[in-house]
């Protein structure tokens, strides 16, 4: 009891390890990668039970503490469908021995404890995903505005003083101009593959 309450303090009890390139194919989550879409490996962390995969496309937690015995559970997070928030990287304290990162991906947080001594490793992750927070929350704002400004012509056009007929055909031109407009928006603001930040960030 001792030796456990001693490893909860110093944070031993389930300490990542950061997995190098080399040694991806001996992980679980490498398994799961969707090749057939170019997605890549672009961080792993290992811990005793889990496994913390981020690609270009998705966050994939291997998860073996809440699977019955040797099982694992599978999650993944597209970061299309699942806004990065709140991302914080804890340094550790003088006797501890290993620092935290910690993120929301939807309605999930996760807090990932990671060897000290892989701290610089762990802060290129930290600016990656802080940086697709950010990119993503500015992106949301404009496609709103997107959003806005399509509303704000339809009602214009409401209010003009058009016959039937002109109305009609003015609202037909109106929505078939927006959705090209909406869907040209969207593959601008809503991006899916976050590679090109990865690269930057973590492969310099």
Known sequence: MLKKFASDVLGLSDIGKIIGPEDY????????IRNEENEKIY????????????????????????????????KRYSYSQNQITDVFLETAGKVDL????????????????VDKKQLAQLIDL?????????KVHDNNILLELAN????KAVT??????LSDIQLADQYKQLTEFGFSWLTAARDQYKIKDFGDVFEK????
């Open 98 to 113: 290993d620092v935290e990162i910690k993120f929301s991906l939807g309605n999930q947080s996760f807090s990932i404890d």
């Open 126 to 134: 930290y600016k990656a995903l802080s940086y697709i927070s950010e």
């Open 156 to 161: 214009v056009l409401h209010n003009a003083r």
């Open 25 to 32: 194919d001996k992980t679980d989550a490498d398994d799961y």
């Open 43 to 74: 961080f792993l962390i290992k811990t005793k039970v889990d496994e913390y995969c981020f690609t270009n496309i998705a966050f994939i937690h291997v998860d073996g503490e809440k699977a019955i015995s040797s099982k694992r559970l599978l």
């Open 148 to 151: 806005g400004s399509l509303d």
């Open 201 to 204: 960030y973590i492969n310099n």
